[in-house]
Every structure is written in structure tokens, then in C-alpha cells.
Nanobody, 122 residues
Framework: VQLQASGGGLAQPGGSLRLSCILSGIKLEYWTIGWFRQAPGKEREGVSC???????HVANAVKGRFTISRDTAKNTVYLQVNNLQPEDTAVYSCAAGTGLLVTMDENDYLYWGRGTKVTVSS
């Protein structure tokens, strides 16, 4: 099982990026996929997740700016990140967890991918 996150980079405040999480070895429609981020010197935090049956959760810190979506045909989950702020600077990772849970508890996630770095700076 592999989860490959990509799409990070350098963005200016107010800018946008689209992060992708490509799954291999598991089928997206049976898993909850979560996005997490870890800023320098801080604990990892949950950002957003989408369950196997399509229910969503978005953390309050990014609500209205970040949108999670998925393409089951491509076995890929996306995180559209808009109106980026310097405090969004972090390594963003995706993880796969039990299919019908809507949760940002890291203990519920079984598989983790390497992250993609997002830097927001002018």
C-alpha cells in the first residue's frame, strides 16, 4: 500500500495550490482518506477527511479555504487550498483509515504517505 502526496510548493499569501494524494494497493471507495499537516516545531494536526461514503470533515482552522474531494476512477484524493496564509506553511500528508469513520484521530489511520511541503511566503 502506498499513498503519494504531491502538489506542494511555494505560494504567496492569498495564493492557491491543489494537493493530490494518489493511492496504490487499496481502493479509494473503501477507505477514509485524511489530510494532515505538520508545521515546523508544532504537532501534526488534522486538516480534512473524506469517508468511504463521501462524508466530509474540515478543520475549523481551514474551513472556507480548503476543500477536499476525490476521484475514484483515478484513486486520488485532492485538497484544494485557497487564500493561503503564512500559518499554513507545513508538510502536508495523506493517510488512509477505516472506511466509514469521519475522524481526524491519527490512531484511526492505518497507512501514511510521505508529505508534500507547502511554504507560504511573500
Amino acid at each position: 500500500v502506498q499513498l503519494q502526496a504531491s502538489g506542494g510548493g511555494l505560494a504567496q499569501p492569498g495564493g492557491s495550490l491543489r494537493l493530490s494524494c494518489i493511492l496504490s494497493g487499496i481502493k479509494l471507495e473503501y477507505w477514509t482518506i485524511g489530510w494532515f499537516r505538520q508545521a515546523p516545531g508544532k504537532e501534526r494536526e488534522g486538516v480534512s477527511c473524506i469517508s468511504a461514503d463521501g462524508r466530509l470533515h474540515v478543520a475549523n482552522a481551514v474551513k472556507g479555504r480548503f476543500t477536499i474531494s476525490r476521484d475514484t476512477a483515478k484513486n486520488t484524493v485532492y485538497l484544494q487550498v485557497n487564500n493561503l496564509q503564512p500559518e499554513d506553511t507545513a508538510v502536508y500528508s495523506c493517510a488512509a483509515g477505516t472506511g466509514l469513520l469521519v475522524t481526524m484521530d491519527e490512531n484511526d489511520y492505518l497507512y501514511w504517505g510521505r508529505g508534500t511541503k507547502v511554504t507560504v511566503s511573500s
